[in-house]
């Protein structure tokens, strides 16, 4: 059994007790150092630091700011008073410092109403209740100061304020082996070696009851990254000594290191921008899933673009001779249905893209689009519009079709591409030639009608052009290319 207790005595010291009971062989586990192991009751006592409040006891008007319904007796009394307030009482003189422990202790006598005292972006409890010698611990976590807040027409008085520093954090650094240069961190060590049944190492369990609100945490890991040159974990759990599972403070992000599969999946979600991620270089799969999310599509609309969920392949640079086949992403089902009893009618669907449209802007609505360029620069060649429409655009290359020899005023309606449009030879013309923005490999299949029949007398194609024989008129072509080529 393990027992930490956290006591402040009458003499105001802070004590820490570390209290080991080793019930048996079997059970017994051991704080372990580098090159010592301590067993049996360990007390390690430490002191608090000094008062920083300079004018706690309000002998004087000085070293508070007092806001609306507060004024300090210098007479008799000796206190601040509220009356009816809302506002605040700023303690000047103490300093706060981010990533400290403190004690703060004060007397309060509550007539009516409630406050509340916050200091290092700290809030304490609603107080509503007359006590002396009223005390609250706390990690400061900014520089505010000190402050008694007026939270719901607060009358009373507030007296006796002191605020100290906790060397909670010293306690345990200074249990080391070795020297103050050679310091090794504890180790809490269990063997399990039972022939059978399950064992746990180290088992940390607390129940919450709580009546209204408020939140509660079983594990608090506060880090206070002053200088860290190299890569700070707040935790990292290993295997064999190799990192499987790390949190890394700086970038912001859960590193699996070599987990190359996770089975049974209910969900994996994030919120908000952080990162969720692979490392080690392996493959990932999740198996057995009934959701899986990463960015749980919720992202802000900002400048640039916006990317709920990305699946990002990168097959590097090559240095020699690129060989082989590459794929970024592959959808590979394998079918086997077989029915007993009856016939096989189950639908399959290699890939479902369904958008809900609550609301949507003004700007390009794609299901799907596919090109070059990336996510910042993305040049569109074949889109599948919000209505089921297939467009095809040319502005991967950026060269479009070109009319020559089509009568006087040709024209060619604006987005025409290579792969379909419409032209209209103009007066006087027996004849077209579009030209392709960029020619096909091998010669495309084509079909070209005109839109009154008689006006078509023939066309031909080649790999970089479609000539038309015909008269004035309006024509539309339809352009694919043939397997092997491009």
Excluded at 66 to 74: E, F, R
Excluded at 318 to 344: K, Q, R
Aim: aromatic residues 8%.
């Amino acid at each position: 059994m393990l027992l930490l207790v956290l006591k402040v005595g009458e003499m105001r010291k802070f004590t820490f007790i570390l209290f080991l009971l080793i019930a048996s062989s079997a059970w017994g586990f051991d704080i372990e150092r580098s090159m010592n192991t301590v067993t049996g009751n360990q007390t390690i006592t430490g002191t608090l630091g000094d008062n920083s409040v300079l004018n706690g006891t309000f002998d004087t008007d000085v070293s508070w700011t007092k806001g609306t319904g507060w004024t300090i007796d210098t007479g008799d009394s000796n206190n601040a008073i509220a009356t009816a307030t809302t506002g605040n009482l700023n303690e000047t003189a103490s300093t706060v410092v981010a990533g400290k422990y403190y004690q703060l202790s004060f007397d309060a006598v509550v007539t009516s109403g409630t406050f509340q005292v916050l200091a290092g972006g700290w809030t304490s409890d609603t107080i509503s209740a007359t006590g002396a010698g009223m005390v609250r611990y706390f990690y400061a976590t900014t520089t505010g100061a000190l402050t008694f807040d007026g939270v719901s027409a607060f009358t009373g008085t507030i007296d006796n304020v002191t605020l100290k520093e906790v060397s909670a954090t010293d306690l345990l650094d200074n249990v080391y082996v070795g020297t103050t240069e050679t310091r090794q961190p504890i180790v809490f060590k269990r063997t399990l070696n039972r022939a059978t049944g399950n064992q746990i190492a180290f088992h940390f369990a607390y129940e919450t009851n709580k009546a209204t609100s408020g939140n509660d945490t079983g594990l608090l890991i506060d880090v206070l990254d002053t200088a860290s040159p190299g890569t700070s974990y707040p935790f990292e759990i290993r295997a064999g000594g190799l990192t499987k599972l790390a949190y890394n403070l700086a970038s912001n992000y859960l590193d699996l290191q070599g987990v190359t599969s996770i089975t049974n999946c209910v969900a994996i979600g994030r919120a908000g921008d952080t990162t969720f991620s692979v490392g080690g270089g392996n493959g990932f799969t999740v198996a057995n899933k009934t959701q899986v999310s990463i960015g749980g599509g919720v992202f802000s609309m900002t400048s640039g673009v916006n990317v709920g969920n990305e699946l990002a392949n990168n097959f590097g640079a090559p240095t020699g001779n690129m060989d082989g086949t590459y794929i970024s992403t592959l959808i590979d089902p394998t079918y086997n249905e077989t029915a007993t009893g009856g016939s096989s009618e189950a639908n399959n669907y290699d890939l479902v893209v369904s958008r809900i449209e609550t609301a949507i802007g003004s700007g390009t609505q794609r299901l799907a689009s596919f090109g070059t360029g990336g996510k910042a620069a993305h040049l569109e060649g074949i889109g599948i519009s919000n209505k089921g429409h297939m467009l095809v655009d040319d502005a991967i290359t950026g060269s479009y079709p070109a009319l020559t020899s089509c009568g006087n005023s040709p024209t060619l309606t604006a987005g025409s591409s290579d792969f379909a449009g419409t032209f209209v030879i103009g007066a006087t013309g027996t004849g077209c030639v579009i030209t392709f923005g960029t020619a096909y490999t091998n010669v495309p299949s084509c079909i070209v009608q005109a839109e009154t029949i008689a006006n078509l007398t023939s066309y031909t194609k080649s790999a970089s052009a479609i000539t038309v024989v015909g008269v004035a008129g309006t024509f539309n072509y339809v352009c694919v290319g043939l397997n092997g080529g491009s």
